[in-house]
């Protein structure tokens, strides 16, 4: 097996050149201007076009039972939609119910995963207990490859931690070097607000960011804060969606926190008139926290651009709209949340940050996917374009132009919420360990050839 | 002219991987393991050592009149000494008096490193008036390669700008698409508060931190933020010194501005009392902004390490004591500022970052290279290592041990402020565009043989 | 003389209770329940009425020359207007032009009131420039009775001062121990503005507001925390207009600054669009800082009730529309500036605050009185109900129901930007130092009745 | 019954003059100048004194079980020190264990107060559980008289209320119009830090302040203003003691909430160090919050000057050290917390406030009695000077010099965390309701007088 990507523009997070990258079983192992004397089973004229590394989505779900019934991705279906949107590893949480032995769970997720996954994947273990024997488990678990938890303070009595159970997450996470991943929002105020809007009759979808404010998510942030400055450790807040939480991070790392700041496509791109509109129709748009005030939009871009906000994620989520989301009619706390977007982050990022000239090239797959890798273990195996790495690799032509659908995509979801929206850019070809996984938009990989990745703690 | 680095582990803003470099002419032309069937002019073993892209100092005066004498360096005996410590390239600001028409200025600053600088160079184009006249000369001057300003909101009748003219500058620079670097202290409190420290009989070095406290830095910045705001131009805050002045440029960052911080290597290490010794000694650390208090260190670390503060460099302005700071005896605002760094920077840098685990190898990278080399347009052909850059690299020996002393320095200076301290780390091998400059310690380079860099407005 | 008010509902600051207040000659002489035994020559039923110490604006302009105009009101027509609307006492701004002698604008100033006014006055001391002489001015001027100065961040080259003017400024006032009141914004930004505004063919009223954004009044409140921290001495911002800056000075509280904040009627009741109306009208609406989008106005709201804004005022400046403010048409930077509520101050902020229980009576009687006699040394001579105090008193009947309207009012100026706004509430009388001056709205003093108030400094 | 008390200077929050004071029955019934033909009970010659409004403590603890011991004041000593040291009133803590009905809580602690009590008093109602059972309760308490809650963020387990409870309260204070006061440190933390330190046997006093660093108080305050907004309620933060919480509770104000900050006379005087002491003296100044560091005080005493800081109280606590704080030698979390100060804030607070020139008389009357009359609804029969008020009065000789000693106070505890302190002022004669209870540090009251003051709703 070799690949040889003839003459493309190298770009990363810290390089743009012109050369050819020779690709021997799964990894790069030339890279050379005009590479001669090579019989490459696969040649790709990549010639005026960008090379990226593989794009890393660090936050999706995938496998995900919700009141019932369960995200309709597949890692088949998910796999497939990654690579053609030119996302070659995500990292997908582990949801335990409180009753689960965090091991069991593990091993569950790691099993609808493998054999099944078109490209590679890891895991941030949710830890939804923390007593004695869910720490011995977190301990087996982080041997066997995981080095980062994630923690809901919002969802109490699901997946919500107590505060005392908060400290010893991150009093274990620091002892054995893991980052902490943190949903961010106050469960209390969630649950009591939900009520009072149920009991105000108060039941449609444009509800829902009302049972969520900004200073719920704040209050969030600030919390996790204070828990990461008394112990020490680092930790990372997903899905920031908005001006005050982000404010109440940066804070945070002035206090000395080390803290990174993770936000979504969705966040960037939608708002909360989106999950406003009529006929049921804001359901597909609801997710938690909720679509925010357009006055967002800039703020977040300059958080990008300038390295304050790290990485740029999905939060991945697929739920059907007519058979799934409508669950929620007439109770916007039963509509299951999410806004399938792993199929198309890369391009609507591409278009709407390098394109529009928001952001430039190198901050792109830093946010998009070097930043990702280094701060969960990942790196430099993943999220760069050097001998030795894993060939992971996105010829991406920026010249094509295109329309985002439902009808077209790959998701296993019958609604696109980026539905109509242009595209300035498309991966042209994608590759997952030295092979082809997707091309122009047609997945050509080999499902189950993704593999589970062993990350080591990053000891920050 | 060839040269082979063989078998080092090439560590970057973003790479880390073991592999030799191979370098025709001036540039990187191959990067492989093992690359055989050549015949290297020059092979250097680096086995076990680091291969950093060269360091670039992107704040370092040499030319620097100063009340009737002058900073002691010659781009001779100062890129010398930049070689040895690592650093390949620097950024010399050009200070222009008021009457001084700034294209002379331009080519008497080009004229004093040409033909002797033994590492290549470019300037920060010091605007010191922003009148037509002088506008039409700052065009000229961009036209031939700068691509950055620098006011200072300080040194009122010297150097600083009005208001009026600070607007101006920054929609030139807008227009131009060039960064406008900026001393951020407010001019007319630090003479206010000069004469009254003097009139009050306080004359020592000790004061002179009295008349520059932190609140006259964070005013300077903050000023430089609502102007920055208005006319949309992105600038750059050098040699922030202190918490309070970060946090106002944080704020900018959040209200949209487009601001970049840059820290100093002193403001890390030392602290105010260093400028306290008795018997005039703490004149050898006079500089302006001055050294802080101890707690500042973590804040600034802290930021260095989130990508909250963008850059490290020296603000190098070497004065002997004897000589030329004794000028201030009796009258502390007659010291001449600054404390001579260039030499040092990337092996404290190295030893108190890195080895002590406050920073990581890429972002060490990065603030001490990369950063510099895409905020001023240097970028990829500096701070990369990657086919096509030049061939600036230094194989970086991690075991090495030494002592800092102005007995062993070859700064053209009689002074050392990091006297007696340790270092864990040295550039065994420096190179210029394919040739060793230094090695060892020893400068084994060519004067003259630096070039000057033309750079391309980088209009974010 | 003598006068008694019987069975009122006393409300100051700090008490609220009902009996009768007796005054002799001037001052209030007995308050008791019933008071017997007294042949007073005017006796007026205050049952069921408030009866509040005479309201004090800290803020207006009578005599004010501007492009070659003047404001309409004189000091028969300012007092009158004044009287009818519950004000008992205001302050007034003298505006010297830089080359005006101190002492000499004062006596104009003053000769413009003394035998005019019939009510009490005093004056904030404009310090538009600052050198020797003129500080022999200003301590001669304290000599006479005034206790606070008054300095121009904005309009440079006309009243504003330099960077060195303002710290000698403060520095004085230090030394004098007269507190400095400010107005903020920047100059040189808002002069910028204009041009480019202008320049872009950008003329009309709408556009003041682009000349003087949030930004620019936010960054001179912060320069004057700044250098009320280096001075010491005790500051107070005049016409506070939204959010940003309030922020800056509560910041500066926070620093350790001794700041008072003052905010308009202006800023409470009308917004940015109340500038925008077309055919010119906006013109009306033109004042410095501009008015504010609506959101602020909770914020302000919030910050009188919670002791975080002190004082409430109106800055006075009564230009005609059809006569004046229209010489701004085509270019915005001519239309003068002002929105007049001498007059209305009073029964606006009673209906919007206290009837729409924004605030309480006794920060009602703080914020639009007693406050205002505290700092500037006028307490508890005035703002406040005691024996021995200025028999200025207002029996308010807050039952009465109105509308404001230009044809009624008694303010010389052609419009009311309140025009048609209900009132929930009006002086039914009004005395000053004992004397019956208005009776429900209509004037019934005497001119030239009204005192200059000499003022000690206040020492903070 | 009745009282002359003749030519003293009445100094109120917003008075000062000179009268005679007649009170009969319980009530001022004359306020006069030279108060004639009146055959008084007892006649006071205040000239030369100052006349204030009695104080009040709105934050004492008097019958407080703790670890099986309980704090050593009764009611008959507890009012025998106030009111020697000035205070007329105070405002003690209900503090039930969760499983108590809070109506007999109610009764419990008004048997142990009324009928012994020497001057009047109220209570905060704890809410240490809020579910149906006990919200029928708070009703009807409501009903009887009290019109504030408390709530525990601390003391998990104890007296600490979950978010849901917090919710709850809330909401419930909103509906019946009443404030809420909240201990705001965060429970886990505390417990957890508390765990780590004994762990590693860190077991002395000067080790509480570690379990209870800044930014676990900054922390509750936060939580408690984003509960505070959402609720859209009133509240108070209890003993603030450092910069970090009083700025979270101004950045809420900021955002809206409607919050009256408190700070204590411990956390104006004393500091950190005074619970490092050896030999377990520490023990004595051990109270929660913690002594802070000394830089606290001159932001604190701004704040309390500036109005950002409405109340200066004493969450005073009595345990003696011998018999009870030494119960925690060996275990910190077991020392009885609090700094008996209930006779003392006046002295101090006037001394160190009024007397060096820190707040003026006004601002001294305002924060040591009259805000709290007006949050707590007891204004203005308490709190004021004005007619028909209760005749709670203090004649304050500001001459008076004297040394707090634990050998001479009347707190029925063995030590004084004062000791040795000067004071520069005292109450000569104190009346409650119109009986001398007070002269010359003597008691000469009667127990049994105070009153249980009912107070109505302040609605906000």
């Known amino acids: ?90 990292i997908e949480m582990i949801c335990p119910a409180r009753h689960e032995k965090p091991l069991e769970a593990f091993e569950l997720w790691l099993g609808k995963a493998q054999g099944k ?3 590679d994947f890891t895991f941030h273990m949710g830890v939804t207990r923390c007593d004695d024997e869910a720490e011995h488990d977190f301990e087996e678990i982080v041997r066997r490859g995981l080095s980062s938890f994630k923690v ?24 054995l070097g893991v980052i902490t991943t943190a949903h961010c929002e106050n469960a209390d105020l969630i649950l009591e607000l939900q009520k009072k809007l149920l009991a105000e009759g108060k039941t449609g979808p444009e509800y829902h960011y009302w ?70 129709e804001g359901a597909k748009n609801v997710m938690s926290p909720p679509l925010r005030d357009k006055k967002n939009h800039p703020f977040l ?54 394109k529009h000239g928001r952001i430039d090239l190198q901050r792109f797959v830093e946010t998009a996917s070097t930043a990702a890798a280094k701060i969960f273990g990942l790196f430099p195996r993943k999220g760069a374009i050097q001998l030795g790495s894993d060939a992971d690799l996105v010829v991406y032509d920026s010249n094509y132009r295109g329309t985002i659908s439902a009808r077209t995509h790959l998701m296993n979801v019958d609604y696109n919420s980026f539905e109509g929206m242009q595209v300035e850019g498309r991966a042209e070809v994608v590759t997952v360990r030295g092979k082809v996984a997707a091309r122009d938009g047609h997945f050509t990989g080999a499902f189950g050839r993704g593999q589970f990745l062993r990350r080591e703690p990053t000891h920050f």
């Not at 990549?46 to 919700?66: E, M, N, Q, R, W």
């Not at 997946?159 to 400290?167: I, K, M, R, S």
């Not at 940066?250 to 700041?261: C, E, K, M, P, S």
């Open 1 to 90: 097996m070799s690949l040889l990507i003839r003459n493309g523009e190298i770009v990363t997070a810290n390089e743009q050149y012109v050369a050819d990258i020779y690709c021997e079983g799964e990894t790069i192992t030339r890279i050379d201007r005009c590479i001669g004397g090579i019989d490459a089973a696969e040649v790709i004229d990549a010639t005026g076009k960008y090379v990226f590394p593989g794009f890393i989505d660090p936050h999706v779900h995938i496998y995900l039972p919700f009141m019932g019934t369960a995200a309709k991705d597949t890692h088949e279906t998910a796999s497939r939609a990654a690579l053609v949107g030119g996302t070659t590893t995500f």
């Open 117 to 119: 996954s078109a490209c």
């Open 152 to 175: 809901f303070l919002a969802y109490k009595g699901a997946f919500g931690v107590t505060d005392e159970e908060l400290y010893k997450t991150l009093q274990l996470a620091k002892r």
């Open 211 to 280: 049972s969520r404010p900004p200073a719920v998510e704040a209050e969030g942030v600030h919390h996790l804060m204070t828990f990461a400055e008394m112990t020490g450790t680092h930790v990372y807040t997903v899905h920031t969606s908005c001006e005050e939480s982000v404010r109440e991070a940066l804070l945070g790392a002035q206090r000395g926190v080390n803290v990174w700041i993770e936000t979504l496509i969705q966040y960037l791109l939608l708002d909360r008139t989106d999950a406003e509109k009529p006929n049921f």
């Open 301 to 354: 871009w300059n958080g990008l651009r300038q390295g304050l906000i790290a990485t740029l994620a999905t939060d991945h989520a697929p739920f059907d709209f007519d058979a799934q989301k409508r669950m929620g009619e007439g109770d916007f706390t039963r509509i299951p949340n999410g806004i399938p977007s792993l199929e198309n982050r890369v391009d609507l990022y591409f278009t709407h940050g390098v």
